[in-house]
């Protein structure tokens, strides 16, 4: 079955610390996603990549970086974490494509910076 | 700017009830639509997706239809069971094709 992983559930950092989300798809999807999710905002897309060293921003790339050195690993990474960086991130894959007809999501990490 | 809206406030039903829950889009012409579903602490979930010029389509207990010209979906679980109780996000094709915008989700409780 198709899997989404992302490497920890809950993390809490300290204010100014560089904090590195990462996420790995074992299904061969070209484009993967960085998502974060916050009460009554929805998700919000930070960044994507529709292939390996590619990378494009989203809504709100402010304050994040990605990396992505090899297919099936994306990540996220807070060059210097803030208050308001506190959220649940979830990262997706999905099919090569102009169209991402079905993401598939991880569980998410809920990040918390104090 | 494109706008995604789906009720904010929870959706309770009875056991056995069809659920039926709203998006409504604006400033959008998606090629299509999806559905996820979102448990507590999970990541949303794949369901449906329903292309433009498709007005219904069905999924054992699941029915989506969208209409173009309100440019609206309506989502129903016929025969709700407590299970289905999670949150239900709607989400589009956004601008280049690359992107998928969702909306915040309506959460919804099905009492046993």
């Known amino acids: 079955d198709v899997k989404v992983t992302q490497s920890s559930r809950y993390l809490v950092k300290r204010t100014g610390e560089k904090v590195f989300l990462e996420c790995v798809q074992d299904?061969?999807?070209?484009?993967m996603f960085w998502y974060r999710q916050d009460p009554g905002l929805g998700l919000r897309l930070i960044y994507f990549?529709?292939?390996?060293?590619?990378?494009e921003k989203g809504d709100i790339p402010e304050g994040y970086s990605v990396s992505r050195e090899k297919k099936e690993r994306f990540s996220l990474i807070l060059e210097s974490a803030s208050t308001n960086q506190t959220s649940m991130y979830l990262c997706?894959?999905?099919?090569?494509?102009?169209?991402?007809?079905?993401?598939?999501f991880g569980s998410g990490t809920q990040l918390s910076v104090l | 700017s494109q706008k995604i809206e789906q009720n904010s406030e929870a959706l309770n039903i009875q056991e056995g009830k069809t659920a039926t829950l709203t998006c409504n889009y604006t400033n959008y012409s998606p090629a299509y639509l999806q559905w996820y579903r979102q448990d507590p602490g999970r990541g949303p979930v794949f369901l449906l997706l329903i292309r433009e010029n498709e007005k219904e389509k069905r999924k054992e207990r699941l029915k989506v239809t969208f209409d173009t010209t309100l440019k609206q979906s309506l989502f129903h679980i016929t025969a709700s069971q407590p299970a289905d109780s999670a949150t239900y996000l709607c989400a589009l094709e956004g601008t280049g094709g690359f992107k998928t915008i969702f909306g915040a989700g309506t959460r919804l409780f099905v009492k046993a």
């Open positions: 299904m061969d999807h070209e484009n």
């Open positions: 997706a894959s999905s099919l090569a494509g102009a169209t991402n007809e079905k993401l598939f």
């Open positions: 990549s529709y292939d390996v060293k590619m990378k």
